[in-house]
């Protein structure tokens, strides 16, 4: 099938060791994504990172995301602690939700998080893409392969 070919195709060692064509490949997905709106992009973390907003509807109330994108081809997996940080940083920004784009993750974090393992008071949405789940999304969309994989 085509979408298997493509998700073939997403090789994460054709990206910049740096994570900016990661980064930008997980807001352009976000931006495609009819469930969100209110996308914006900017704002720089300590790790050099930037930081995507926007927001989705949730029960009828709209509800503002924090989007970040943790490429990590060659480190560790994103994990609790790093979810917990995130979740952190999305109560300073006024978010109560977090997206995290990630290549790789440890253990199932969403269904950690709907369990009330992670400590978070205001955060209530949780979505964790882990690499297979970036590759299907990106199957979907043969222009955004061909620009960061195909060249």
Do not use: M
């Amino acid at each position: 099938e085509i979408n298997e070919k493509r998700k073939r195709l997403v090789d994460w060692e054709r990206l910049d060791s740096g994570g900016d064509d990661f980064e930008e490949i997980i807001f352009r997905l976000v931006k495609r994504d009819d469930s969100y709106f209110n996308e914006s992009w900017g704002g720089s973390g300590p790790d050099q990172g930037k930081d995507g907003f926007c927001s989705i509807n949730l029960g009828g109330r709209e509800t503002r995301i924090l989007v970040q994108a943790k490429f990590n081809n060659e480190g560790d997996s994103v994990n609790g602690s790093q979810v917990e940080k995130s979740c952190r940083k999305a109560e300073r920004h006024d978010c109560s939700g977090v997206i995290i784009g990630t290549v790789k993750s440890s253990g199932d974090l969403e269904s950690e998080f709907e369990q009330g393992t992670f400590r978070s008071k205001s955060v209530t949405f949780l979505r964790v893409w882990p690499g297979p789940e970036v590759k299907e999304k990106l199957a979907t969309h043969p222009d955004i392969i061909a620009e960061y994989f195909l060249e």
